[in-house]
């Protein structure tokens, strides 16, 4: 069974700052996603990754094979990046993802 | 808009009950898959089917069933429900048969137990 990490749990930071969230998982995998979920429930798909780097506006992420760890980077932080970032696992030959806990993000004017 | 379409998107039951929650893909998509959130819990996943065929199933009770229809709909019925099926449930939607694909996810539907 894949483990799937993030860190942090919580994090506030000001309006412009750089942000960074990370993803550590304990077995190898297929493809990693990156989901951004709002207050108010809806699920919405940021990037699907299986290596090397995407960016997508102020978001980028990157995934490390060998070290088994993603990263988030949202840049010039913005109050509607408030939200919970999720990152899921895809095992090879499996066709459940296995999720983290989630980080909880707030920007703060 | 994901395109993906679920409905009820609020549904308020008593314990012991059935219902019926349904999920409609985007165009084109074969694969569906089934999500929980609960609060201690966070997003599992309960099943996924890809053009009308059950691929793979996980944390799902059996007292939960779902299925995919010939026109790719899917619905997941939850029977003799308890206070700790209160969530809420996803369905996204995949062109690729795996979960190596992007999904789109639709809005959730928030089952409540009471």
């Known amino acids: 069974k894949n483990e799937v990490e993030q860190s942090p749990q919580n994090l506030t930071a000001q309006e412009g700052e750089f942000i960074t969230i990370n993803c550590s998982y304990s077995?190898?995998?297929?493809?990693l996603h990156w989901l951004q979920q709002h207050p108010g429930g809806g699920i919405v798909s940021l990037f699907m990754?299986?290596?090397g780097k995407k960016k997508h506006g102020r978001l980028i992420a990157t995934i490390n094979i060998q070290e088994k760890h993603s990263s988030l980077h949202i840049t010039a932080s913005h109050p509607r990046d408030s939200a919970v970032y999720i990152c899921?696992?895809?095992?090879?030959?499996?066709?459940?993802?296995?999720f983290g806990t989630g980080t909880r993000l707030t920007i703060i004017p | 808009d994901s395109g993906v379409t679920q409905t009820p998107k609020h549904l308020i039951t008593a314990t012991g009950q059935r219902v019926t929650l349904r999920c409609s893909p985007r165009s084109g998509d074969l694969s569906v898959y089934w999500y929980q959130q609960s609060l201690d819990q966070g997003l599992q996943f309960l099943i996924h089917?890809?053009?009308?065929?059950?691929?793979a199933k996980g944390n799902i009770l059996e007292r939960f069933s779902a299925q995919q229809f010939p026109d790719l709909h899917s619905e997941l019925n939850l029977s003799s429900l308890e206070l700790g099926d209160s969530a809420l449930y996803f369905c996204?939607?995949?062109?690729?048969?795996?979960?190596?694909?992007?999904?789109?996810f639709g809005e959730g539907s928030r089952l409540t137990v009471l």
């Open positions: 990754l299986s290596s």
């Open positions: 996204a939607s995949s062109p690729l048969r795996g979960t190596a694909g992007e999904l789109f």
């Open positions: 077995v190898g995998i297929s493809a």
């Open positions: 089917y890809y053009n009308g065929e059950e691929r």
């Open positions: 899921a696992v895809a095992n090879f030959g499996n066709e459940k993802l296995t």
